[in-house]
T-cell receptor, first 111, second 113 residues
Framework: LAKTTQPISMDSYEGQEVNITCSHNNIATNDYITWYQQFPSQGPRFIIQGYKTKVTNEVASLFIPADRKSSTLSLPRVSLSDTAVYYCLVGSLSGTYKYIFGTGTRLKVLA | EAQVTQNPRYLITVTGKKLTVTCSQNMNHEYMSWYRQDPGLGLRQIYYSMNVEVTDKGDVPEGYKVSRKEKRNFPLILESPSPNQTSLYFC????????????FGPGTRLTVT
């Protein structure tokens, strides 16, 4: 399992774009990158997953450079309701069944 | 509605009194897993199951047991709870082919005194 490193916390203001970067220097060839969102006292919620380049859905975008040693979760025009902890996971869909969530990035959106 | 349910949501118990936290999913998922969440430590995996009768240890299995007799259910058993097992517990499930897209339950807050 690739170890991931994320900033502990970030602050932003409503309406701004927020970019959260995850470092995964020892990512393997078969590994995918997955992001989860967790609100206080709730279970994590899957946001987005990608392998390379860019993936976009109705919630976020995920940017992965060619060397795949890092990835960036981009949240467009955040609102107060985006205040949450964001987790980056790296792993293969055909490999180990274990998951390591880490401590995540605590995003606080200010009015 | 597709969901993962856990019961109870809150539990206060005493050291050594056996307890079971139930987890059930209605999505026909093969993969199920238990996590505990503690301040400053993030989510840590306790046990997981790839299908009925197939389980394995996660990162912090000590003091816990699990069983998977039916596909939809994955109970977490604490045979002799101790105060260091006071935590917020989450159950999750997913399809084996989409193992990183997990669906989480609402959580069970356990306090052991």
């Amino acid at each position: 399992l690739a170890k991931t490193t994320q900033p502990i916390s970030m602050d932003s203001y409503e309406g701004q774009e927020v970019n959260i970067t995850c470092s995964h220097n020892n990512i393997a060839t078969n590994d995918y990158i997955t992001w989860y969102q967790q609100f206080p006292s709730q279970g994590p919620r899957f946001i987005i997953q990608g392998y390379k380049t860019k993936v976009t859905n109705e919630v976020a975008s995920l940017f992965i450079p060619a060397d795949r040693k890092s990835s960036t979760l981009s949240l467009p025009r955040v609102s107060l309701s985006d205040t949450a902890v964001y987790y980056c996971l790296v792993g293969s869909l055909s490999g180990t069944y274990k998951y390591i969530f880490g401590t995540g990035t605590r995003l606080k959106v200010l009015a | 509605e597709a969901q993962v349910t856990q019961n109870p949501r809150y539990l206060i118990t005493v050291t050594g009194k056996k307890l079971t936290v139930t987890c059930s999913q209605n999505m026909n998922h093969e993969y199920m897993s238990w996590y505990r969440q503690d301040p400053g430590l993030g989510l840590r995996q306790i046990y997981y199951s790839m299908n009925v009768e197939v389980t394995d240890k996660g990162d912090v299995p000590e003091g816990y047991k699990v069983s998977r007799k039916e596909k939809r259910n994955f109970p977490l058993i604490l045979e002799s709870p101790s105060p260091n097992q006071t935590s917020l517990y989450f159950c999750a499930s997913s399809y084996m082919g989409q193992r990183y897209e997990q669906y989480f339950g609402p959580g069970t807050r356990l306090t052991v005194t």
